[in-house]
Every structure is written in C-alpha cells, then in structure tokens.
C-alpha cells in the first residue's frame, strides 16, 4: 500500500527557532517523488520543497530543507529560524509511477509560531 | 504568473440542489484533479483529468461527477448535494511528464462550500 504518514497534528515554536515536521512514507516503487505543501488560514496551498528518491543530495530551498533518509522511509521537513509567517498546515505528499499522476497526501501537522 | 482559478471561495447551497465547481488553469496542464480536504483527512482525491474529455475515479468519487469539455477548465459537479460534502474543495493542475517522481501539482485558492 501507498501511504504517506505524519504523526504530529500539531507543533509549536517560538520565533527564531528551528523546527522538524514528520513525514514517512510507504511505496514499494524505486522512483519516487516527495514534496511539502504550506496551506496558511487562507487555503491555498503553496509549493515549498521537492525531493526525488535518487537525489543523493538533501533538498534545500532558503530555510526549508528536507532530511532525506531513504532507508527509514523518511523526509522531514526542517524549517530554521521560524517566523509568525510560517504559522499555516504543512502538507506531506508523494508521487509514485503507481498513483500516476496523482499525488498522495498525508493528513497535515498544524505549525503555532509564537513571538 | 501561473494561476488556477476557482469560480468561487465560499458557497452556501440546500440540500439536494445540483452544485457546479469550476476550476480554470492557464498554463497549460494537462492534468486535473479535484480534491476534497476535511480536518484530520488531509486531502482525498476525488476525480482527476489527464485530457479533455478524460477522467479518472478517484478516492472518494460516490456523489461527484466531472467535466472536462476544454484542456483550461475542469468542473465539479454535485448532482444532489447532501449536508456530507459541507467540505473546501481544492482544484490542481500539473503537467504530463514522462518521470513519474515528479509532477509538482498547483492549486487554486480552494472553495469552502457549505450545504444546508
């Protein structure tokens, strides 16, 4: 089964500081793709981060980086030096040759930034 | 800018009326999907379109059906709207591509629709 898992519903941090968003992740395909969707109170979904499974290298975009670690079936999210901004869902999601062009989801961790 | 347009950001529409989503995309995608989001589901696909005239059952289908007359518009369509689809409907689009890892997917801003 295919399966996208992030066990954190909701995380909390102060501004400044780095945090770690959870996502494992479940195909029995060699080729993969991992992406992190940012959905603030607005609703829309916004891009942030992509990861395919040959990429030797851990993707990083400004501070969003992802930790890659193919053995565990894991691609965490870290965002550094939080802002209130960054306050929004944050959205695991894979893409595999089986979904085709699907994408499939994980159910979301709420991120609280406070000051 | 690459945009997908949703026709609406909130609906409130009765039990049993015939409800149409509409979803506009002027990039070019071939793909299409509609996806229904509720808290602590995260997103489920419902419907999805790799081509005019194309579709795909998704997740979720029962109560939905779509249409897909032009490659820019994607609708979807409640034929009989019950109080169980008070949900935010999320349109998307992405590109045909051969790599299967990656089909980065763009969304609209979302409609939030509530049934009475």
């Known amino acids: 089964a295919q399966k996208i898992t992030q066990t954190q519903p909701g995380m909390f941090v102060q501004e400044k500081e780095a945090v770690t968003l959870d996502c494992t992740y479940d195909?029995?395909?060699?080729?993969?793709?991992l992406f992190w969707y940012k959905q603030p109170s607005s609703g829309e979904m916004i891009f942030l981060i992509y990861?395919?499974?040959?990429?030797?290298q851990n993707a990083t975009e400004g501070r969003y980086s992802l930790n890659f670690q193919k053995a565990r079936k894991s691609a965490n999210l870290v965002i550094s030096a939080s802002q209130l901004g960054d306050s929004a869902m944050y959205f695991c999601?894979?893409?595999?040759?089986?979904?085709?062009?699907?994408?499939?989801f994980g159910k979301g961790t709420t991120l609280s930034v406070s000051s | 800018d690459v945009k997908v347009t949703q026709s609406s950001r909130y609906l409130v529409k009765r039990t049993g009326e015939k409800v149409f989503l509409e979803c506009v995309q002027d990039?070019?995608?071939?793909?299409m999907f509609w996806y229904r989001q509720d808290p602590g589901l995260g997103l489920r696909l419902i419907y999805f379109?790799?081509?005019?005239?194309?579709?795909e059952k998704g997740d979720i289908p029962e109560g939905y059906s779509v249409s897909r007359e032009k490659k820019e518009r994607f609708s979807l369509i409640l034929e009989s709207a019950s109080t169980n689809q008070t949900s935010m409907y999320l349109c998307?689009?992405?590109?045909?591509?051969?790599?299967?890892?990656?089909?980065?997917?763009?969304f609209g801003p979302g409609t939030r629709l509530t049934v009475l």
């Open positions: 998307a689009s992405s590109l045909f591509s051969l790599a299967a890892s990656y089909n980065e997917q763009f």
């Open positions: 195909t029995s395909d060699q080729s993969y793709g």
């Open positions: 990861q395919g499974s040959y990429d030797e």
């Open positions: 999601a894979m893409s595999t040759y089986q979904a085709g062009t699907a994408l499939i």
């Open positions: 990039m070019d995608h071939e793909n």
């Open positions: 379109s790799y081509d005019v005239k194309m579709k």
